[in-house]
């Protein structure tokens, strides 16, 4: 699984798209409209319309 980062996102807007991938945007307001994702979002807020399918993450998380 793929993670996209975007920490100082302060808006962002997935339309008619298609991804794999998680999405890390804490700050961010998310307009989530006609689109598809595989995978999870972290963000300030998501409105919309789209449609997730959840992937559980099955990895080990480094810690310092």
Do not use: H, K, W
């Amino acid at each position: 699984t793929v993670l996209f980062n975007a920490p100082d996102a302060q808006t962002i807007q997935i339309e008619r798209f298609s991804f794999m991938g998680s999405l890390l945007a804490p700050d961010a307001s998310i307009s989530f409209q006609d689109a598809r994702m595989l995978g999870q979002i972290a963000a300030q807020s998501l409105s919309g319309d789209g449609f997730f399918e959840l992937s559980n993450y099955n990895g080990e998380v480094p810690c310092n």
